[in-house]
């Protein structure tokens, strides 16, 4: 049986929305969910939410976690390495908050949401009109951090939507393309596996 060489980083779930008004505009709403099963820190979940991108230290700008070490260390050298969160103003000056629980509804067939608490505030995030999930793996020159292979299960949403304590966020997913698919930029990863060779 084939065994991937090196250190499994880290492994689990990290589904995400990031969402424009205009698409052709900057991303008004930055989301990314995590829950960690292994890890060098332990297990734990952590959201990130970026309201304001383009301001740094805005109150608005947060991450729920129940594992504050483990999630300095996703965002410091996984999150901030993501292609929509690289360069913002808003990774500087992250608010860090405590999560009271996380609730999982639906399924990828039709309406999946991740439901966090923390804060003071209650976060739904919705993935609808769900696409056929695939498999990838991303070998060390095309994973975000450029240090390790990543094997994931995606499937795109065609539409989203986030609210915080019922009040939507503003924007929605726009297309994009992934290793050749037709997915767009609100998406389920599974089974992610980040692998230090």
């Avoid at 505009?25 to 969910?33: D, E, I, N, Q």
């Amino acid at each position: 049986m084939p065994a991937y060489p090196g250190t499994v980083d880290w492994s689990g779930e990290n589904p995400g929305m990031y969402l424009k008004e205009d698409p052709n505009g900057p991303f008004v709403t930055l989301l990314s969910f995590f829950r960690v099963v292994v890890s060098p820190h332990g297990r734990g979940n952590a959201l990130l939410m970026v309201r304001r991108p383009q301001e740094s230290g805005h109150a608005d700008n947060v991450c729920l976690t129940d594992n504050e070490p483990l999630a300095r260390w996703l965002i410091a050298d996984y999150a901030s390495n993501f292609g929509a969160f690289k360069g913002t103003p808003a990774m500087n000056g992250l608010r860090y908050a405590g999560l009271d629980r996380v609730t999982t509804t639906g399924d990828t067939s039709s309406t999946y949401t991740e439901t966090v608490v923390g804060d003071g505030m209650e976060v739904a995030m919705s993935w609808m009109d769900i696409g056929t999930p695939f498999a990838l793996e991303l070998p060390v020159a095309h994973s975000a951090t450029g240090k390790h292979i990543m094997l994931s299960l995606f499937a795109g949403a065609g539409r989203a939507s986030a609210t915080v304590d019922g009040r939507p966020l503003p924007g929605k997913p726009i297309p994009r393309d992934m290793v050749g698919r037709p997915i767009t930029t609100a998406f389920l990863a599974f089974s992610e596996t980040w692998i230090r060779p």
